[in-house]
């Protein structure tokens, strides 16, 4: 299975400002997905990052809003930019293990985000 | 629209009890259905996964039952514990196609 740091665990952010968030996983792997759990809810898919190639957007989710670079196979980012309140979430890096016997998502611990 | 419907929200459930979370999809072409599992600070876990050829599947005590022509799979867990309470999610996919979809999730309590 594959092992998901993430950074920062949780942070406290201004109005305004941008958080990077990274995402390093131990094996090398075509799909990782950005999911944002806010407090209590669901996850919702935010984009799918391949490498190599623009992540693709779901529904209510833009570019400009979250980035996401994905350098290599192990590893990418996502920025929130000009944070509001309503960004406080829990942010989760996930891959698709497709050498599983199910291609198998597999979630990091997720990155807390407070927007003052 | 909602793919996954999760029910119920919450449930309480005494120590040695049966657990069942349910949850309907609405896209016929879904062929793949896990449940995650969830803990307070954590990222969700997988628990089980079933894929629409079989009607059951069990791994200890957690077993998903799949109803095809429903459109429904259920996850059942035996002898409940209290190590049993998280959070769990069912969710569907189309395999090499889709991500994940996630119903809204059931806070489990198993109570001594």
């Given at each position: 299975?594959?092992?998901i740091?993430?950074?920062?665990?949780?942070d406290?952010?201004?109005?305004?400002?941008?958080l990077?968030?990274?995402?390093?996983?131990d094996s090398?792997?075509?799909?990782?997905?950005?999911y944002?759990?806010?407090p209590g809810?669901?996850?919702?898919l935010?984009?799918?990052a391949?490498?190599?190639s623009?992540a693709?957007?779901?529904?209510?989710?833009v570019?400009?809003?979250?980035?996401i670079?994905?350098?290599n196979?192990?590893?990418s980012t996502?920025t929130?930019?000009?944070?509001?309140?309503?960004?406080?979430?829990?942010?989760?890096?996930?891959?698709e293990?497709?050498g599983g016997?199910?291609?198998e998502?597999?979630?990091?611990?997720g990155s807390r985000l407070?927007v003052? | 629209?909602?793919?996954?419907k999760q029910?119920?929200?919450s449930?309480?459930v005494?120590?040695g009890?049966?657990?069942?979370?349910?949850?309907?999809?609405?896209?016929t072409?879904?062929?793949?259905?896990?449940?995650?599992?969830?803990?307070?600070g954590?990222g969700?876990?997988?628990?089980i996964?079933?894929r629409?050829?079989v009607?059951?599947?069990?791994?200890?005590?957690?077993?998903?039952?799949?109803?095809k022509?429903?459109?429904?799979?259920?996850?059942?867990?035996?002898?409940?514990q209290?190590?049993?309470?998280?959070?769990y999610?069912c969710?569907?996919?189309?395999r090499g196609n889709?991500?994940l979809?996630f119903?809204?999730?059931?806070?489990l309590s198993?109570?001594a």
């Amino acid at each position: 299975s594959a092992v998901i740091s993430q950074k920062p665990s949780r942070d406290i952010c201004q109005r305004g400002t941008s958080l990077t968030i990274q995402c390093q996983v131990d094996s090398q792997v075509t799909m990782m997905f950005w999911y944002r759990q806010q407090p209590g809810q669901s996850l919702t898919l935010i984009a799918t990052a391949n490498q190599g190639s623009e992540a693709t957007y779901e529904s209510g989710f833009v570019i400009d809003k979250f980035p996401i670079s994905r350098p290599n196979l192990t590893f990418s980012t996502l920025t929130v930019s000009n944070m509001s309140p309503e960004d406080s979430s829990i942010y989760l890096c996930s891959v698709e293990d497709r050498g599983g016997t199910a291609g198998e998502l597999f979630f990091g611990e997720g990155s807390r985000l407070t927007v003052l | 629209q909602q793919q996954v419907k999760q029910s119920p929200q919450s449930l309480i459930v005494q120590k040695g009890g049966i657990s069942i979370i349910n949850c309907a999809y609405e896209n016929t072409a879904f062929d793949y259905f896990p449940w995650y599992q969830q803990f307070p600070g954590k990222g969700p876990a997988l628990l089980i996964a079933i894929r629409p050829d079989v009607s059951e599947k069990k791994e200890g005590r957690f077993t998903i039952s799949f109803n095809k022509s429903a459109k429904q799979f259920s996850l059942h867990i035996m002898d409940s514990q209290p190590g049993d309470s998280a959070t769990y999610f069912c969710a569907a996919s189309i395999r090499g196609n889709t991500p994940l979809v996630f119903g809204k999730g059931t806070r489990l309590s198993v109570i001594a």
